[in-house]
C-alpha cells in the first residue's frame, strides 16, 4: 500500500471515527495505531510503551493541572462569580462587555504562560459558566477563547519559540521581544472584532448594567481585587526570578486557594468538588494530548512531514512562491500535526533554505509561530478546539464556526506581517 | 547492476537539530554507508523529538528493535558504568581521553552485549565550561551562584564549590536565565554556550570534563547483515565518527573565540584547576562506592593510567 | 449534536442529560479518582516547597522536575477510568438521533468494544515497557535515581482500569441493546 493512500485510510478512520460518535480522544488515537499497523504491522505497535512515557514524563505539563485546579478552585469558591460581577460593570461601556475580557484575560495569561492548551483552559474555565448564565453568543464565547488561548505562545515565555530557537540557533531573548508588538495588535484586532460584532448584533453581548454611583464602581473594584491581586502576584514571581512559568502555576494555585478562603466561600465540601471536577477535566485534556502524541508518532514513523517538506524544497521556488509554498504546508501540516512536532519535523529542514533566500530567523520564528497558532485552531486536530469544547458543554461545530473570523484575522496579521517584518524585528533589532 | 534486496533500518538521535555538526556527521555517516554497500543498508536518520521517544530511553528503544539503530549521548540511565569518564575534573585533555576511552570499552561493550546491543562507535563532544549572566572569572565566584546542571555528578561539583546547583529542562533554560531563576549553566561553546550567547555575560573556561555519544545497533539487525557488510559499516563509522569529533572540536575553538569578543571570558590559572580536582576528588570514591565493585575497579585502573 | 453523557449537572449554564448504559463509579474508579486528586495536591505543594526553599535557603531540591513529570504520567493514565464513567471525554453525537434507540444502542456497543480492544493493545505494550525497563535495571540519571519501572507502572495500572470500566460498560451496553430490541418488537 503507498504512503499517501495510508494516509489517507488513517484520516478515513479519524473522521469516521469521530464523525459517528466516538469519544474525542478515542477518535484520535485509534486511528493512530490503525496507521502505524498499516506501516509495519504488530511491530510497529512495539514503540507505543516508550512513546507514552516519552510523551507525557513532562514536567512542562504539569502547569496544565495546576492552571486547571486554580481555576476550580475560583470558579467553586464563588470568587471567578464576583470577578466576573465587578468585571461585567467595568466594562459595561465597552461594545462587547465580557468577551473583551475573555481576550484581556487570554493575553495576560498568556505572559504568564507558554501553552495556548493552559491559557484556554484556564481562562476557559472560569468565563464559559459565567457566559453562559449571562446569555453572552455561544459561538462567539467559545470561538474568542479558543483564539485568545493562542496568544499563549505570541507573547512571552513561548514553549513554541524557545523549541524554534533551540532548532534554529535563534536567540530566544530576541524572539521572545518579536512577539509583542505582533502579539498586541491580534489582541486589539481581536477586541476591535468584537466590538464591531457586537455593535452589528447587539443580542450576541446581553447590556450589563451601567452603573455610575461611584459605590458601585468601588463595589466592581473590590470585586476584581482579588483576582487582579493573584494576578500580579504569579507574574511578579515570573519576572523578578522567584519561579519558572511551570513553577509559578503551583505557588499561583497555592495563593489562589489561599485568596479564596479568604475572600471566596473555599469551604471543604467545595474544595472537593473543585478537585473532582479538576480531576475529569485534566484527565481529558491529558488524553487528548496524549492522542494527538500517538498520531503524531504514526505520522513521523512514517516519515510523510519529512517526505512533504522535502518535496517542497526540492521546488526551487521564487521568494513569493515559496512563502505561498510554506504557508499551504504549515496549514496542511497544522491539521495533521501537534504544534512542537510541527516546528521538529519542518524547521530543520526549511532552516537552510531560509537562508538562501535571504529571510531573518527571528521574523520567520514569528512566522512559524502565528502558523502553528492557525493549526491549533484549525479542524480537525485543531487542538484548542477540542480543549474549548471539553470544558463547556456545546456543539464542536459551534467551537470552529466561532473560531472562523478569528482565523481570518489572524491570516490579516500574517499578511501585515509579510509586508511589513518590522512589526516583529521592531524590538529584538532595539535589543542590546 | 542487480537490484540487491538490502536491509533499510530507522536511527535515532537525541539531537533535534539537523544543522549541527554532530547530526550533519549522522547525516554523511549514512549517505556513505548507503554508497559504500551498495544500498545493501541504507539508514533513515529521525532527529530527536520527531518519534516522541526521550533521548534518555534511545538504548531502551534500540534494545526493543523499535529502532535498530541509535545515537545515544543520555545512556547513564542504562548503562551507568559509562559515568566513569564523565566524572567531573578527572580527564583533561582529548588525548587523556583517548587513553580513558579504551580502558572502559571492554565494559562498555559487555554492558551493552547484555541487552543485545552492539556498540559500533562513538564521538566525543568539545569541553564542557561554565557560563554566568553574573560576575565569573574565578573559581571562587561560583559561590553563591545558581548553575543549571544536567547530572548528578555536575551538581555534585557546583555544589563542592559552594554554588547551588540547579535542574530544569533544556526549554526552559533561557527564560530561567533572562529572570535570574538560575545565573548560569554548564555546557560546551559550540553547545548551548552559542545557542544562549545573548543570555550570559561570562565564560569560566573550566574543563569539567568529555562527554561522548555512542552509536548503538540492536544486536538482531546487526547479525543480518552479511560479514562484508559488517566490516564496511564498522569502517565507515570509525572514519567518519572520528571525523565529527575533530570537526566539532575545531568549530568549539571557533566558537569561543567569537564568543569572547562579546562576553568576559577567563581560563582558569593551574592553581584554580588543582584546587578545583582537589575538592571534587572525594566524591569519585562516592561515586565508585555506589556504583559497585565493577565501577570501582574501573575508576581504580582510569586513575592509575592518568596519575590523579 | 455535542454533549457530554454526564448525570444532570450544570454546566457552562446549561443542563446536560444523563446518557443510557452508562455505569456509574465504582470502587477501582474512586480509588483512581482520589489517587489522581494526590497527585495533583502533591505537584503543587512539592513544586511550591522547591520555590520557597530556592529563594529563602539557596537550596534546591533538584527532583521537583523529575518527580513532577512522574505525577503528571500517573495524572494522565489512572484519570482515564474514572473520566471515562463520568462522562468526561466528549463526543460528537449528531448521528446517534438519527439512529433510533436501538441503533444508539447498537453503535455505543461496538464502539465501546473498539476502545477497549485499543485499550488492551495499550495495555499489552506498556506492560511490556515496565517489563522491560525491570529486567534492564533502567533508572533515572538523577540524584533520585528512580528505577524507572515504579514511575512508568502507574502506566498499565490506569490502562487496566479503564478496561475494567470498559468491560462493565459493554456488559450495560449489552443489557440496553437487549431491552432496546424488545422494545422496538413490542411496539
Ligand atoms: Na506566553
Ligand atoms: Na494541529
Redesign the interface.
Known sequence: MSAGLQLIIAFAVFLSLLGLGMQVPFAIAIPAVVYLFMQNGFDAFNGLGLVSWGSMDSFTLTAIPLFILLAEILQKSGLSFRIYRGLSVLVARIPGGLLQTNIAGCAVFAAISGSSIATAASIGSVALPQLGQRKYDRRLSAGSLAAGGTLGILFPPSIAMIVYGTFSETSVAKLFMAGVIPGLILTAMFMAYIAVYTTMRPSAAPAEILTRSVAGIMGALVDVLPFAILIAFILGSIYSGLATPTEAAAIGCLFGIAISVIWGDLTWSNFVAAMHRTVEVVGNILFIVYAAFLFSYAISYAGVGDDVTAFVVGLHLSKVEFFIAVFVLYTVLGCLVESLGMIVITVPLLYPVLVQYGVDPIWFGVMLVMFIELGQISPPIGINLFVIQSIWDGKLSEVVMGTVPFHLIMLVLLFMLAIWPEIALFLPTRMG | TPVTAGQTWNAYTYNSVATVTAAKGLAELFDEIGKRTNGELKIKLHLGGTLQIKATDITQAVADNIVQMGDDAFFLGSVPVGAVVRLPMLVHDPVEYQKVSAILAPALSEAYAKRGIVVVGQYVFPEQVIWSRKELKSLKDIQGQKIRVISPDQGEFIKKMGGSPVTLGTAEVPAAIDRGVVDGAITASSGYGYVWRDLFKYNYRLNLGYVSSLLLVNKKAWDRLSPSVQTVVQDTIREIADKTTRAMAAEDQDLTQKLAAQMTATSPSPAEVEEAGQKIRPYYAEWAKAQGPEAAELLDQVRKALGR | ????PQTQH?????V?EAGPSQPVEGWIERLC?WL??LA??S??????A??LL??LF???L?????L??????A???L??S???V?G??????F??NRLGERGHAL??LI?DA??LA?CL??LW??V???L??FD?G??????L?TP?WI??LT?PLGTAALCYSLIRTLRADIRWLGAASRRSRGQ
Not at chain 3, 468526561?88 to 453525537?93: C, R
Open positions: 449534536m455535542l454533549s457530554s450544570l454546566d457552562a449554564g446549561h446536560v479518582r489522581c486528586e495533583i495536591m505537584m503543587m505543594v512539592m513544586v511550591a522547591e520555590v530556592r529563594n539557596g537550596v534546591s533538584q527532583s521537583a522536575d523529575e513532577g513529570g512522574y505525577l503528571l504520567v495524572v494522565s493514565f484519570s482515564l474514572t473520566c471515562f463520568s468526561a471525554f466528549h463526543k460528537v453525537e448521528i446517534d453503535r455505543k464502539f473498539i476502545a485499543f493493545l495499550l505494550q506498556l511490556r515497557l515496565v522491560r525497563s534492564g533502567d533508572f533515572a540519571a538523577t540524584i535515581g524507572l514511575p512508568q502506566m
